[in-house]
């Protein structure tokens, strides 16, 4: 008898070859079993965009909708005439649906495919799904931006819980230990996945939903290639995401509307920056303390000024002018399209010559600048860098955006 298919674990070589050539004799197969087609609808971006906890935390609003949706993946399939009641695939349940998907065929004209997929309203089956859906669009305006993924596979291959005996849900066959003639359960024998993106809402009425799909690489404004492979040079901008050699600072905090994370456009829940980045060489990996002649301590949070100041301004609640003048070895920032970029004060400026010589002037300030070696992530980093999401390491190492592994081909053009 097979056995169940569940837990679904990383497959082996010989596996996957047994499925493959299973997989292949079926489609030469001038019978072959019913293509079975399912969708996976993810809105985890728009959840997170809207600070919703869960898809599933929504799912109270209807006590009748199932809570099956704690990945934030609505499940479907359109198989209403050959399984008339939700499908197990890969150990997800996919409920049915009316839902038509048409254009996913290939061009040899070189376009890319942009599929139309439509949801409608009219069936029972499936309603609680949809009505799950429709909240969500009604709440969030949309689902621009979600993912949709199509599976297929042959009803042979469906998972051996399809088939076990249930008075509720049983489908193919009332006997638990008997399988349907011809039926093979295999949760790793299915056509390429086809992964697509909700570009637009094409049309909408009381009964049906619409919309438009695009591949990921048809989407507008993207270019590729995303990175170019260098081995001995980092990519990344310094002190911007990617590098995220920048602390933050407590009004920043208290404000949440701290620059680096806006660029990246994540929060301070998301991501945890360093506690100090103050700046450290130039881009020759000079040390600047030790350039400048400044004790190592010079660097401490102490010299921190953070935005630099020029002009005086009086204070009326003490009657005075509040100038502004650093001491040698303090250090400032300017900020340019949310990107701070530090500078040094290599002598003592007093008001009068700070005003009239502000940053980056050679003369009065030294620039931290990265050198974009590994040698210069050492200099910030240290051996041992790790930055953080929430409570968990992401990136354990230093966060060097080139490739030291990748080298030339030797004859390679």
Not at 13 to 35: D, V
Not at 93 to 99: K, M, R
Not at 151 to 167: E, V
Not at 316 to 343: A, F, M, Q
Request: aromatic share 10%; with cysteine; glycine share 6%.
């Amino acid at each position: 008898m097979p056995q169940d298919c569940t837990p679904y674990k990383k497959i082996t070589a010989a596996q996957a070859r047994s499925s493959i050539k299973s997989l292949q004799f079926e489609l030469s197969n001038l019978t072959p079993s019913s293509l079975v087609t399912l969708f996976e609808i993810d809105i985890s971006n728009i959840i997170k965009a809207n600070d919703a906890v869960s898809l599933a935390s929504e799912a109270i609003i209807d006590s009748n909708i199932p809570g099956f949706v704690k990945d934030n993946t609505l499940r479907f399939h359109n198989n209403i005439k050959v399984f008339n009641s939700e499908i197990q695939w890969q150990g997800k349940i996919y409920y049915p649906a009316p839902i038509d998907a048409t254009g996913f065929e290939n061009s040899s004209k070189g376009t890319l495919p942009t599929p139309i997929l439509s949801i409608s309203s009219q069936s029972k089956e499936g309603m609680e799904q949809l009505s799950l859906l429709k909240y969500q669009l009604l709440k969030f305006g949309d689902i621009i931006g979600a993912k949709v993924t199509r599976h297929r596979t042959f009803a042979k291959y469906l998972d051996w819980n399809n088939f076990k005996f249930n008075p509720d849900t049983a489908k193919l066959s009332p006997n638990a230990q008997e399988l349907p003639q011809g039926y093979e359960p295999d949760p790793n024998a299915e056509l390429p996945l086809d992964i697509y993106y909700v570009e637009r809402k094409t049309a909408e009425n009381k009964s049906t939903i619409q919309y438009q799909l695009s591949s990921v690489l048809d989407l507008e404004g993207t270019k590729i290639p995303r990175r170019i492979i260098i081995a001995d040079k980092c990519n990344w901008q310094y002190r911007g995401p990617g590098c995220w050699y920048q602390h933050a600072y407590d009004n920043e905090k208290e404000n949440n509307e701290i620059p680096i994370l806006q660029k990246a456009d994540l929060t301070k829940k998301d991501f945890d920056l360093p506690a100090r980045a103050p700046a450290v060489a130039s881009d020759k990996d000079e040390k600047i303390y030790t350039a400048l002649d400044i004790p190592l301590e010079a660097g401490g949070d102490n010299h921190d000024k953070g935005p630099w100041k020029s002009k005086a301004v009086y204070q009326y609640d003490d009657d005075h002018i509040l100038t502004y003048s650093y001491n040698k070895g303090d250090y400032v920032y300017i900020e340019k399209d949310k990107i701070k970029y530090y500078y040094v004060a290599k002598e003592n400026l007093p008001q009068d010559i700070n005003e009239k010589n502000p940053p980056p002037n050679p003369t009065y300030w030294m620039a931290d600048q990265c050198s974009k070696s590994l040698n210069g992530c050492r200099l910030r980093w240290g051996a041992d860098a790790t930055v953080s999401k929430g409570s968990c390491p992401i990136s354990t190492g230093l966060p060097f955006g080139g490739f030291p592994a990748a080298r030339k081909v030797a004859g390679g053009r």
